[in-house]
């Protein structure tokens, strides 16, 4: 293992996570992108096409919440800040969250809730039904967050429930690719691939070399 | 056995609606009044103020465009007309960028004169056309056209334009030529979305001989009063208002007459996805969409429910005979 951190920054900022004010402030933080869009809206500044610009942005802000809440275990451990696990629940409601919105949006603004015409368009846009079930994964992750049910499940449970993340990961960039080939547009795509392939290789690696280090047991 | 008494059976119209006798005994001279055109000045201060409904301000950014008004039936549409300013920013225009605000972004440094027309293929006069000469062939009307988007969304758009057709009789079509097709400008060197592979460039569309005839087929030299703005198709473009938008091709500079059906370049990038004809309907779904309703750019608000989409775009009055006995199913 790496030695103990000496340099003074890592402390600080390690300190710093830990302030009273760290999580109040990363949640502001990360209703930044909702307030944004709902002055936009109400500004007129969002295109000629504010429905269709509301849809896609909430979507495109689940997945950057989804690459921060990934990004958390790396960070605290590559740069040895154990403060950061403090935010990693907190981020991760914030993916539920934006795609809460991003569901609202389409089913609203896009099919206005006629339950009939959504019915008709899932099996027409099949990275529609792609992207729900993404989203019914994210929302058992969600129910499960509290600490009584974490308890309650037994942190094995917990853990391996909570491992499906990797599964919604995979299943929103499916989602965003299959959205995007109609226009032949890949350009986002592969930058999120990229960025979410590092976040679970990293791991990969990880979890390969526990396995290495583990004595073998028969 | 349902038995109407007196009282069920007859509606009584209400007080309201039953003429005074006075009105009614006065009808004649009313009638000789409008035709002294006593009530034509009244009645035209009325339609002077539907046309106020349907009037824009030219937004004062590019050189003016004169036009005539057009006879053409079905020319002039009198819905609201969509913003300029929504209209001149929210283009598809692959040439500039993927991205509805990449054109009017990346389209101005586009030089767009001088610009000629080659016209070729089967034709008696085959030839290059300088612009200044195209502008001049024929009157330019003034065409209210309803635009919609494959995407789902429409627009109403005062263009500014002559009929294809009047090129067309100029150059002679054979009577082996079949179909038109349009080839836009694809110039690396001024159109940044050219170097990407979104597509398979120069953007080639094509018509039906007897659909480029149409009346209703547009060149477009101008809209909202003024010449095209550069994101629009400047100098001249394409508009063919019962397809979908994709089929009017911008900034022209070739039309070729074949015998056969034009490779486009939709189709060429997916086939099954978008036909040769692309008319709009809203019986026949996008594989991965539906038609059925749109949004109107700047009207319909946010929390608005989308409109039902009309066959041929609210055209079929006028260009549905081209389409007799035609499975729109299978010739989508």
């Known amino acids: 293992m790496a030695g103990v951190p000496t340099q003074r920054w890592v402390a600080r900022v390690n300190a710093l996570c830990l302030h009273a004010w760290s999580k109040p402030l990363l949640f502001v933080l990360m209703l930044l992108p909702l307030v944004t869009l709902v002055a936009a809206v109400a500004l007129d500044q969002l295109s000629a096409n504010p429905a269709q610009a509301l849809v896609r942005s909430t979507g495109d802000w689940t997945l950057r919440s989804l690459c921060l809440v990934l990004a958390v275990t790396p960070v605290r451990v590559g740069l040895h800040l154990p403060a950061l696990a403090r935010w990693r629940r907190l981020l991760g409601l914030f993916v539920y969250f934006y795609a809460t919105l991003h569901l609202l949006t389409y089913s609203w603004l896009d099919m206005g809730f006629e339950l009939n015409d959504i019915a008709h368009d899932i099996p027409k846009r099949p990275f529609i039904l792609v992207g729900f079930t993404g989203y019914v994964v994210l929302a058992a992750l969600a129910l499960t967050s509290p600490s009584w049910v974490v308890r309650l499940m037994g942190g094995k449970n917990w853990r391996r429930l909570h491992q499906l993340v990797y599964v919604v990961a995979g299943l929103a960039l499916l989602h965003f690719f299959w959205m995007r080939a109609g226009k032949n547009d890949f350009a986002d795509v592969w930058l999120y691939t990229a960025i979410i392939s590092l976040l679970l290789g990293w791991r990969l690696v990880r979890a390969v070399n526990f396995m290495k280090n583990k004595p073998m047991s028969l | ?332």
């Open chain 2, 1 to 332: 056995m349902l038995i109407k008494s007196n009282s069920q059976g007859f509606v009584h119209p209400i007080t309201s609606d039953i003429t005074p006798l006075a009105a009614y005994q006065s009808r004649r001279s009313m009638i000789r009044l409008m035709a002294n055109g006593v009530a034509g000045a009244a009645l035209a201060s009325w339609a002077g103020r539907e046309a106020l409904a349907q009037a824009w301000a030219p937004p004062g950014k590019h050189a003016a465009l004169a036009s005539v008004k057009t006879a053409v039936v079905g020319g002039v549409t009198m819905e609201k007309v969509t913003d300029y300013k929504d209209v001149s920013t929210y283009n598809n225009f692959y040439e500039f960028g993927v991205d509805k605000a990449d054109p009017v972004q990346y389209a101005q440094a586009l030089p767009t004169s001088p610009w000629h027309v080659d016209i070729e293929g089967l034709v008696k006069k085959p030839g290059r056309f300088a612009l200044e000469d195209l502008l001049k062939l024929s009157a330019q009307e003034e065409r209210i056209y309803r635009l919609r988007c494959v995407e789902g969304w429409s627009m109403v758009i005062p263009w500014v334009g002559y009929s294809l057709s009047a090129l067309i009789r100029k150059v002679e079509p054979l009577g082996s030529a079949k179909y038109v097709e349009f080839v836009t400008l694809a110039d690396p060197k001024t159109m940044p979305g050219v170097r990407s592979q979104v597509l398979d460039w120069p953007y080639v569309e094509g018509l039906r001989l007897d659909e480029a005839l149409h009346p209703l087929t547009l060149l477009a030299f101008g809209m909202y009063g003024e010449v095209l703005p550069k994101q629009s198709g400047a100098p001249l473009r394409l508009v063919v208002p019962w397809k979908y938008g994709f089929k009017s091709g911008k900034s022209l500079v070739k039309i070729r007459f074949t015998e056969n059906q034009p490779k486009t370049a939709w189709n060429k990038a997916a086939l099954h996805e978008y036909g040769f004809y692309s008319n709009v309907n809203p019986a026949v779904d996008h594989p991965r969409w539906s038609q059925d309703t749109e949004r109107r750019i700047g009207e319909d608000g946010l929390f608005t429910k989308k409109r039902k989409t009309l066959l041929f775009n609210g055209y079929e009055a006028q260009v549905g005979q081209l389409y007799t006995g035609m499975d729109l199913k299978k010739y989508f």
